[in-house]
């Protein structure tokens, strides 16, 4: 990956850990002194935050074979408070948008959908998040949101994306409340929908709700698309066009708070 | 660095836990007595007082079940007698503790007479004062304060003027009583002095360091809320004015490392009302300033006594439209010169927190400041979400790294 600070950082440090336990899964971050990812690991985060970002943190070490001891820490995400050996924790808001500007600092607007939650940020000075909205109250436009639609579907959830994308005739399918489109898929599977437009609907719904967010903050180009639900070529294509603008997707979109908070680690011990 | 010590406790609490006990036993003499009403917050008080009527506020009492905890147990009475958990927080506690007063704080509220509903911070008011009369078998007066959107038309002002002859002669039929001009203007002039006093001790938040943060107000607007007409309201006011005033003088700051200055709107969450704002003093943060304590400066003077309270109380911040909102948090930003502002999006008030997502982008456009809106209520911690409030204002104030 490209870094856009190389070279910028005192060189104080060896390297720095970017832990981002979020409400599905845990990744975990190393980065060089001069921000290059050496290492990555992601598990799911199951019933203890700290137990996952301890194995994850555990693991990365190994990979580069590094003292934890010796490298600073900065946790983000919802169980940011949990992690061990955290010198700092910061928010998954401010982290992401690090960590994105660090990829490519050309991105205006940031757009993250994770597993319980989406937040839309505007990138401003030095990375730093100038502007943000964040849809945490409804699992509708989240990623939780095409699981629970793809276990009503019988699709394993990696092919959802793709069998959408067959489909001409998306499905009506409200975008207010999770529990709600449950239901409707399956007034639809009754109605005789076919499964592709069915699941072509359940996308397009779901972009409509993160396409309002946006516009609440304000779609400004370039615009970057990060979270496991980025690696989704029905929802990045129903979503480029709710905000009528490219999107750009990073290698490995669910790194990039962990990422961010990598990065800070090495800036906070500057 | 203990919680002691991030914050500053003021001397007055101690003087503001008496005159608090002082008005709950009035309270319960003139509910003795068959004199007491039950009244909203935006209701004007000068009037019973000046009539010699008890008064007590269910919009206060609802704060105390919010500030010990109970806010789910007594909001849950009212929801298990049929009323919606939409309903606001502070009327379902009211009703909670009026089916249940045994089970509830302080024994409830005493039996009121009379109820007086006034319906210029909202339209929630008069169902609940309805749902508390069948309970209790007090009337409703309603003061009908028609929402103003640019200016106050004249037919209005005349009908709300002519609700205030309706509320005395109301209140001397219901209560055996007369309205002497003189009692009303002395209480006139002690709510307006008491008025003048809070101001002043707001205004000097201003200063850097602010002498005082979001809890202190929220805590002295009790009186200023409940007391206005009564002379040891304005006793209290002086003794709170003084310690402001000294704390100015001194350099002393209401948290001891001042480092961002925001703005609070809405209702505070009465449960966490410590812990919330003494976690962010903690972090070097203040909030000189917030929309709901400015809410009560207006004063009642002049010759015309009745045409200056059909004013003050027509021009309440919740009775006006977005823009007025919008402009009076502009105002207090740039008054106070406040880094950012803090948007309670408060469930159970439709009416305050209706239009804050248009309000927080008018702000910072017209600012340039950055301002973020957590959702819960202020009563009712079961809606009250700790760790997606904690991200957006830590969120917030990183931004300001
Ligand atoms: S709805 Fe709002 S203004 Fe009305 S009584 Fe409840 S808290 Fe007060």
């Keep these: 990956m490209r870094c856009s600070c190389e070279g910028n950082f005192f060189m104080s440090v060896q390297y720095g850990i970017g832990v981002d336990v979020g409400s599905t899964s845990t990744k975990a971050v190393i980065v060089d002194a001069v921000g290059r990812m050496v290492a990555s690991h992601l598990i799911p985060t199951g019933g203890s935050a700290a137990l996952s970002a301890a194995k994850c943190v555990e693991r990365i070490v190994a990979d580069v074979g590094i003292r934890q001891d010796d490298t600073p820490i900065v946790s983000t995400g919802y169980g940011r408070a949990q992690v061990n050996g955290a010198g700092e924790r910061i928010t998954e808001i401010t982290c992401h948008s690090i960590g994105v500007h660090h990829l490519n600092p050309e991105i205006a607007l940031l757009i993250d959908v994770g597993g319980q939650d989406s937040k839309v940020i505007r990138i401003g000075k030095n990375g730093r998040p100038a502007d943000f909205e964040i849809n945490d109250k409804c699992s509708a436009g989240t990623g939780r949101f095409l699981e629970v639609m793809s276990r009503v579907l019988e699709i394993p959830l990696p092919e959802l994306g793709a069998l959408a994308l067959e489909s001409t005739a998306p499905s009506a399918i409200s975008s207010t409340c999770t529990v709600f489109a449950e239901s409707e898929v399956i007034g639809r599977i009754g109605a005789g929908d076919s499964v592709k437009d069915i699941a072509a609907g359940i996308h397009l719904s779901m972009a409509s709700k993160i396409g309002t967010l946006s516009r609440r903050v304000g779609v400004v180009e370039p615009v970057c698309v990060t979270g496991g639900v980025a690696l989704n070529p029905a929802f990045r294509f129903y979503l480029s066009k709710?905000?009528?603008?490219?999107?750009?997707?990073?290698?490995?979109?669910?790194?990039?708070?962990?990422?961010?908070?990598?990065?800070?680690?090495?800036?906070n011990n500057d | 660095m203990s919680e002691e010590k991030a914050y500053r406790r003021l001397e007055t609490s101690?003087?503001?836990q008496q005159i608090s006990f002082r008005h709950?036993?009035?309270?319960?003499?003139?509910?003795?007595?068959?004199?007491l009403t039950w009244i909203t917050s935006g209701f004007p008080v000068e009037i019973p007082i000046a009539m010699g009527i008890g008064v007590v506020y269910p919009e206060q009492y609802a704060a105390i079940v919010g500030a010990q905890k109970v806010g789910p147990d007594i909001c849950g009475l009212a929801e298990e007698y049929g009323y919606s958990n939409e309903l606001c927080s502070y009327a379902r506690a009211s009703i909670g503790a009026t089916i249940k007063p045994d089970q509830s704080p302080l024994?409830?509220?005493?039996?009121p007479q009379a109820l007086l509903a006034c319906n210029n911070i909202c339209g929630t008011v008069l169902r609940w004062y309805d749902a508390v009369s069948e309970l209790t078998g007090a009337p409703v007066y309603l003061f009908d304060t028609p929402p103003i959107d640019d200016e106050q038309l004249p037919h209005h002002?005349?009908?709300?003027?002519?609700?205030?002859?309706?509320?005395?002669?109301?209140?001397?039929?219901?209560?055996?009583?007369?309205?002497e001009k003189e009692n009303l203007r002395k209480v006139s002039q002690y709510s307006s002095d008491a008025i003048r006093l809070w101001i002043d001790s707001l205004e000097a938040c201003k200063n850097k360091p602010s002498p005082l943060n979001c809890a202190d107000r929220f805590l002295t607007m009790a009186p200023v809320v409940s007391s206005r007409g009564k002379d040891y309201c304005v006793e209290f006011y002086q003794a709170l004015n003084d310690e402001v005033r000294g704390r100015v003088k001194d350099g002393i700051g209401a948290i001891r490392d001042e480092r961002v200055r925001l703005l609070w709107d809405n209702i505070p969450p009465w449960f966490q009302i410590f812990r919330f704002f003494n976690g962010l003093a903690k972090k070097g943060v203040v909030f000189p300033a917030d929309t709901y304590t400015h809410a009560w400066s207006g004063k009642v003077s002049g010759d015309d006594l009745y045409g200056s309270i059909t004013e003050v109380y027509s021009n309440v911040y919740l009775n006006k439209g977005l823009e007025a909102k919008a402009?009076?948090?502009?105002?207090?930003?740039?008054?106070?010169?406040?880094?950012?502002?803090?948007?309670?999006s408060v469930r159970s008030c439709k009416r305050y927190s209706l239009g804050q997502m248009v309000t927080r982008e008018l702000v910072t456009e017209r600012?340039?400041?950055?301002?973020?809106?957590?959702?819960?209520?202020?009563?009712d911690s079961r809606l009250f979400n700790d760790a997606q409030i904690q991200t957006r204002v830590e969120a917030l104030l990183e931004m300001f790294v």
């Design chain 2, 24 to 35: 709950m036993l009035e309270a319960h003499a003139a509910s003795e007595d068959g004199n």
């Design chain 2, 14 to 16: 101690q003087l503001l």
């Design chain 2, 367 to 379: 600012t340039g400041v950055p301002g973020t809106i957590i959702e819960g209520d202020m009563v």
């Design chain 2, 107 to 111: 024994g409830g509220l005493p039996r």
């Design chain 2, 327 to 344: 402009d009076k948090m502009v105002q207090l930003i740039k008054d106070y010169a406040l880094d950012g502002f803090i948007m309670f």
């Design chain 1, 242 to 267: 709710q905000i009528g603008v490219e999107l750009w997707v990073p290698e490995e979109p669910q790194l990039t708070g962990a990422l961010g908070a990598a990065i800070l680690s090495l800036k």
């Design chain 2, 157 to 179: 002002v005349a009908y709300v003027r002519q609700g205030l002859h309706k509320l005395v002669d109301f209140l001397a039929k219901k209560f055996d009583t007369t309205m």
